[in-house]
């Protein structure tokens, strides 16, 4: 469950932070608060907000087992565990 929260967590910080490197790399001050005005921040939102809907989707039609496959649980068989796992 950590792994989707993280990714997705991720997606959201890149446009943000491909900012600061741009800002970084032309010498504009990070923490100068007129480099971070209200008009760009909506900007980087909106494609924070894009690349997480891209993740959920690629997520969702990527991940987990294929259709019709039937999941068995996890059992104990001659004294050890053997993992759940879709057929």
Same mark, same amino acid.
């Given at each position: 469950?950590?792994?989707?929260? $993280?990714?997705?967590?991720?997606?959201?910080?890149? =446009?943000?932070?491909?900012?600061?490197?741009? $800002?970084?790399?032309?010498?504009?001050?990070?923490?100068?608060?007129?480099?971070?005005?209200?008009?760009?921040?909506?900007?980087?939102?909106?494609?924070?907000?894009?690349?997480?809907?891209?993740?959920?989707?690629?997520?969702?039609?990527?991940?987990?087992? =294929?259709?019709?496959?039937?999941?068995?649980?996890?059992?104990?068989?001659?004294?050890?565990?053997?993992?759940?796992?879709?057929?």
């Amino acid at each position: 469950m950590i792994r989707p929260v $993280l990714t997705e967590l991720v997606l959201f910080l890149i =446009p943000f932070a491909a900012y600061a490197g741009f $800002l970084w790399a032309t010498r504009t001050g990070i923490f100068d608060p007129p480099a971070w005005s209200v008009a760009r921040m909506a900007w980087l939102l909106a494609a924070a907000v894009s690349l997480m809907i891209a993740g959920f989707v690629t997520i969702a039609q990527l991940g987990g087992s =294929p259709a019709g496959s039937t999941y068995l649980p996890a059992r104990l068989e001659n004294g050890k565990i053997s993992p759940g796992q879709a057929q």
